[in-house]
């Protein structure tokens, strides 16, 4: 079991950054693969990013690709979205997911944080 818990989300305007952080409860952290989904106002959550146990191997959504940066620090069971360059279309609330699988299938969820891009 997992618990996860996100922060860093915020208003930004467009072209701006943001790095959200998830930290994760429990001593089987390095054990899953992580990742970041996002969903916006009527629309269904889709994938953001994943990355893998070791942090060596990341998957991004094309509309993130260049822009978003996946990270994980095992020792502090933290994982990390640096989102650079953001686009009003990058506006939702972004969850942070443990035991990702490579389907993008995920067993934990956080609570979600919201983010804003303005134009």
């Known amino acids: 079991q997992v618990q996860l818990v996100e922060s860093g989300g915020g208003l930004v305007q467009a072209g701006g950054s943001l790095r959200l952080s998830c930290a994760a409860s429990?001593?089987?952290?390095?054990?899953?693969?992580m990742g970041w989904f996002r969903q916006a106002p009527g629309k269904e959550r889709e994938f953001v990013t994943r990355?893998?146990?070791?942090?060596?191997?990341?998957y991004y959504a094309d509309s993130v690709k260049g822009r978003f940066t996946i990270s994980r620090d095992n020792a502090k069971n933290t994982v990390y979205l640096q989102m650079n360059s953001l686009k009003p279309e990058d506006t939702a609330v972004y969850y942070c997911?443990?035991?990702?699988?490579?389907?993008?299938?995920?067993?934990?969820w956080g609570q979600g944080t919201q983010v804003t891009v303005s134009s």
């Open positions: 997911a443990a035991d990702v699988s490579k389907a993008l299938t995920a067993g934990y």
């Open positions: 429990g001593r089987t952290f390095s054990s899953y693969a």
């Open positions: 990355i893998s146990l070791s942090g060596i191997v990341r």
